[in-house]
């Protein structure tokens, strides 16, 4: 038995918020450690967007699986405004679900 639950980073499109606390819900009561996105109630600035973007990658450095939460969108390289979206060593095999629309 491992010494500590495992830890995953939800990552995903904000559009998701939903399909991301539902996953954050499930992973939570089967015994996982789970961090995710921050949210906000209201417009954020520049500037918060910047520091919640570099919190949420230590967020993902802290993570042992990265789980991507994607609805019916084809998933693509990091975008040049955030390169860093998953490390380089996750890249190639992040867990992703896929929720159909319905």
Same mark, same amino acid.
């Given at each position: 038995m491992p010494d500590r639950?495992?830890?995953v980073c939800i990552c995903g499109s904000t559009r998701f918020v939903d399909e991301m606390r539902a996953v954050n819900r499930d992973l939570t009561f089967a015994g996982v450690i789970v961090v995710a996105p921050g949210e906000a109630d209201d417009l954020i600035t520049d500037k918060q967007k910047t520091a919640l973007d570099a919190l949420h990658l230590r967020k993902i450095d802290l993570a042992d699986r990265v789980l991507? /939460?994607?609805v019916n969108v084809r998933l693509?390289?990091?975008s040049p405004r955030s390169p860093r979206a998953v490390p380089p060593d996750l890249?190639?095999?992040p867990? /992703?679900?896929c929720h159909p629309q319905g």
């Open positions: 639950p495992e830890i991507v /939460v994607n693509s390289s990091p890249r190639s095999a867990t /992703v679900l």
